[in-house]
């Protein structure tokens, strides 16, 4: 019986019997052919971002689910949405088989547990997009949440790195890496979850961008909720609106640390007329400026 790709023997020299120069040459190289799937996939993680910022921009939610290494990187991608796009915390859902862990203890078993899955997936409804990861394609819990969030309605990305396994199969949205038999055999925390958590950084990000949160390659949407991102929004508002980092500190505090509508504050509208340009461009900063900018020259 043939193997899935990601149980297969590398071709490469068995690892444990190189120098540490070598192997440490062998896994860079390994890691770097993982990449080059995620490049082979980026017309469909492309779809998937566009899915994503449909369900945001209609008031759906964002529902990740997988196991094992694949939940972490799941995890990862789903805590930094808030953060960094300004995605409102409620409307993000994070589902790892067991639970997230709060040790290093992460028990294999899980990942058998179908019924944990349906149970998990019994707040999903239309309108939600269920991001779903399993490096085999075939992970019990990955594929039951599949099944299940399709049966209520939701939108569902599916991340898994055997092509034509079952979980893409079921999937809106299937992302296939294809990435390459694991250095050490099996541990799909390497190659495979190098790619996923790749392939889950450009969908996010991408989703990002169509919603409006990154303007000249900034993030314009961040929640500046420390010094060191109170000090970035204040760059970002200095850069754009082309304004001394003073009025952009005080037009970040007028919005209530809202750095988009700050923006816009610092380039010449009251805090008001930030907020119904950004309704009437959905939150998109370019057309904003540009109607602004409009505006000041009939008064001129």
Do not use: W
């Not at 899955?117 to 490096?135: F, K, N, P, T």
């Amino acid at each position: 019986m043939l193997l899935p790709a990601t149980e297969m023997l590398s071709d490469n020299e068995a690892i444990d019997l190189l120098t540490a120069d070598r192997a440490a040459s062998v896994f860079v190289a390994a890691q770097a052919a993982a990449l080059q799937s995620v490049l082979q996939a980026s017309p469909d993680i492309a779809r998937g971002a566009k899915v994503m910022a449909s369900a945001v921009r209609s008031g759906g939610s964002l529902i990740y689910a997988a196991a094992g290494s694949s939940g972490l990187m799941a995890l990862a991608d789903a805590c930094e949405l808030t953060g960094t796009f300004g995605i409102p915390s409620e409307k993000i859902q994070i589902h790892m088989a067991g639970g997230v862990p709060v040790d290093a203890t992460m028990p294999g078993d899980t990942e058998d547990d179908a019924v944990a899955a349906v149970d998990a997936m019994q707040c999903v409804e239309a309108g939600d997009v269920v991001i779903v990861l399993s490096a085999s394609g075939t992970t019990p819990y990955a594929v039951a949440v599949a099944e299940c969030a399709r049966a209520n309605g939701a939108k569902v990305i599916a991340i898994a790195n055997n092509p034509g396994s079952l979980l893409l199969e079921l999937a809106d949205v299937s992302v296939c890496l294809a990435t390459p038999p694991e250095v050490i055999a099996g541990s799909t925390r390497l190659g495979a979850g190098t790619a996923q958590k790749a392939a889950l950084n450009l969908m996010s990000s991408q989703m990002g961008i169509d919603l409006g949160h990154v303007f000249q390659g900034q993030m314009v949407n961040v929640v500046a909720d420390n010094t060191k991102l109170v000090g970035r929004a204040i760059g970002i508002i200095s850069n754009i609106a082309e304004v001394s980092h003073d009025v952009a500190k005080s037009a970040l505090a007028a919005t209530s640390g809202d750095t988009k509508s700050a923006i816009l504050v610092a380039a010449g509208s009251s805090v008001a007329q930030a907020d119904q340009l950004l309704h009437e461009n959905a939150g998109q900063l370019g057309p904003c400026l540009n109607d602004l900018k409009s505006k000041q020259n009939i008064k001129a």
